[in-house]
């Protein structure tokens, strides 16, 4: 489908839906009439495929307990395989309700309180909460930054697993924010690191569908010929894919039948989680019959992208667009336009503290609700990140709002 028409077919509004995005821009940032383009969910409603398949299950009117049907490990291992390089085998898959909470799980389940562990910073922040929720000692590697791409500075990560005796590290695959689909050379550096120093690895690939150009996501277990599958545990879901996030349904893999045990054995003791069928038949239904969809949403959030940097670099050049190569999350560095490291002040926005002149800049001037930079690590304030799986109309106000501001500032 050619772009206009998803756009024109599937655009939604969605003030005043119980949307977190749209309807709580007052709590969270202090300000209900933003341009909201911070929390990863869409402005587009899903495919129809999902909701024929939830309108069935709907009219038949029956919500008792339930059960993984064979369909549901044949389409899921298809679409692994196939897009991913790994079929994972049925008693590896292990369902969870949302990617966080199992992020939450795998720290207490396979770590002890005051252990350490790694990841590779800036990086989606309940990562940061998970760990420090759960009374572990947080280790951050700071990636490499040069000209709007991040690197992962093998030295200092090795370092930090040695000296910090990391025991768990939290793989963001492809990366939010820093727009990574990670190499599977890159993967196996890593991989061979956390070998080296017997680290579990915890691969969080919510973002695996969202790839562009030639990039290719792998498997955090395929990575090598399956060389590290029984260090990995992996938890994805259609949910940012699909827009149905708040089905609050993914999937666990985990190739080790010794770290299955663990985590079955902790499962058994602390969470007795069943089945969330609506996201079951969601799940389904997206990987048998939503790629075509997919594929058309990936070409506007593609061309949305293209807009951005192309606009910015030719009218607000002080503003670096940095790589997307995966994810629909990429990261603005300010730090030309707003200078972040003199400021002495901070402001509180969705419970956490940002550069008083950066939101003063992005909120009260350019009028957009944004993730920010100081949120997915401490190094990080200066920059922002902009969800672009939104309308291109969405995109282009927020562009304008930046430019006109840039060059408010630049004329000063
Ligand atoms: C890397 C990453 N993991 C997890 C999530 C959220 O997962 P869930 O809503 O299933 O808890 C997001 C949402 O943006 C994300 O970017």
């Known amino acids: 489908m050619i ?91 292990r369902l969870a309700t949302g990617v966080v909470p199992a992020l939450y799980w795998f720290v207490n389940c396979y770590t002890e309180p005051g252990d350490a562990v790694m990841m590779l910073t800036p990086v989606y922040y309940p990562f940061h909460s998970a760990v420090t929720d759960c009374k572990r000692r947080l280790v951050t590697c700071d990636m490499n930054y040069e000209a709007g791409h991040f690197t992962v500075d093998f030295e200092k990560f090795e370092k930090l697993a040695k000296e910090q005796q990391v025991k768990l590290f939290l793989l963001c695959s492809p990366h939010n924010p820093a727009g990574r689909v990670w190499k599977e050379e890159e993967l196996e550096r890593m991989f061979s690191i956390c070998e080296k120093y017997d680290i579990l690895v915890v691969s969080d690939e919510i973002h695996q569908d969202f790839t562009f150009g030639n990039q290719k996501h792998i498997a955090a277990p395929a990575v090598a010929g399956g060389k590290y599958k029984d260090r990995i545990v992996l938890v994805n879901a259609a949910s940012k894919s699909f827009n149905l996030a708040a089905l609050i349904h993914s999937n666990i893999l985990i190739p080790s039948p010794e770290l299955r045990k663990r985590y079955d054995a902790y499962r058994t003791q602390h969470n007795q989680t069943d089945i969330n069928l609506l996201g079951l038949i969601a799940t389904e239904a997206a990987y048998t019959k939503g790629e075509e969809w997919l594929e058309s949403l990936k070409s506007v959030i593609a061309a949305n992208y293209t807009y951005v940097k192309e606009e910015l670099a030719q009218h607000a050049p002080e503003i670096t667009v940095c790589d997307m190569e995966g994810t629909y999350l990429p990261m603005l560095d300010l730090r030309k336009v707003v200078d972040v490291a003199t400021d ?30 100081a949120w997915f690590g401490k190094n990080f304030d200066g ?6 799986a939104t309308t291109p109309e969405n995109v282009k106000q927020a562009v304008d709002n930046l430019i006109r501001e840039t060059r408010v500032e630049r004329a000063k």
């Open 3 to 93: 772009r206009e028409e998803f756009v024109r077919k599937y655009a939604v509004e969605r003030k005043e839906t119980n949307c977190l995005k749209w309807d709580l821009l007052k709590e969270r940032f202090g300000d209900p009439d933003l341009l909201p383009m911070w929390v990863a969910d869409m402005e587009f409603h899903t495919c129809e495929a999902i909701t024929d398949a939830l309108k069935e299950r709907l009219d038949q009117g029956v919500f008792g307990y339930s059960y993984i049907p064979d369909s549901y490990y044949q389409v899921l291992f298809d679409w692994e395989e196939r897009h991913f390089g790994y079929r994972p085998k049925k008693e590896e898959l």
């Open 344 to 373: 002495t002040k901070t402001r509180k926005v969705n419970f956490r503290p940002v550069s008083e002149r950066l939101c003063e800049f992005v909120q009260d001037r350019c009028r957009l609700a944004v993730d920010y930079g």
């Open 383 to 388: 920059f922002i990140r902009l969800n672009l």
